[in-house]
Nanobody
Framework: QVQLVESGGGSVQSGGSLRLSCAAS????????MGWFRQAPGKEREGVAA???????SYAEFMKGRFTISQDNAKNTLYLQINSLKPEDTAMYYC??????????????????WGQGTQVTVSS
C-alpha cells in the first residue's frame, strides 16, 4: 500500500503563487509515476500534470506555462508549483500515484493511489 498526504493549499488572490506538496509513504519503491489532479465543485476530476520516475513529464494543455511538477526522490515528495493563479484554478487538488503505462494521458481512472486533497481557492 501507498499513502499520500497533500499540503500547501490555501486562499490566495489572483496572480499569486502556491506550491503544493505530496508526501508518499509505504511501498514507495513500487511507484513509477505520480500526478496532480483537480476537481472543482460540480465538475469532473481532471488531470493537471504527471511525472515518471525517469524524469518524463506530462501537462494538461491549458496548464502549460503556469504549472510545474517536480519530485524529490530522496524525500518521497511530489510538488506542484502554480504561478499566476486565476479564480478558475479554484478546486480541490489531489495527488495520485502509479498511473501504469498510460500515466502521461492524465486520466484519473489510471491512477491507483490517491491522497485526500488540498483546497486551493483563488479570489479575484
Amino acid at each position: 500500500q501507498v499513502q499520500l498526504v497533500e499540503s500547501g493549499g490555501g486562499s490566495v488572490q489572483s496572480g499569486g503563487s502556491l506550491r503544493l506538496s505530496c508526501a508518499a509513504s509505504g511501498y514507495t519503491y513500487s511507484i513509477y509515476s505520480m500526478g496532480w489532479f483537480r476537481q472543482a465543485p460540480g465538475k469532473e476530476r481532471e488531470g493537471v500534470a504527471a511525472i515518471h520516475s525517469d524524469g518524463g513529464t506530462s501537462y494538461a494543455e491549458f496548464m502549460k506555462g503556469r504549472f510545474t511538477i517536480s519530485q524529490d526522490n530522496a524525500k518521497n515528495t511530489l510538488y506542484l508549483q502554480i504561478n499566476s493563479l486565476k479564480p478558475e484554478d479554484t478546486a480541490m487538488y489531489y495527488c495520485a500515484a502509479e498511473g501504469g503505462s498510460g500515466w502521461w494521458l492524465l486520466r484519473p481512472a489510471d491512477f491507483r493511489y490517491w491522497g485526500q486533497g488540498t483546497q486551493v481557492t483563488v479570489s479575484s
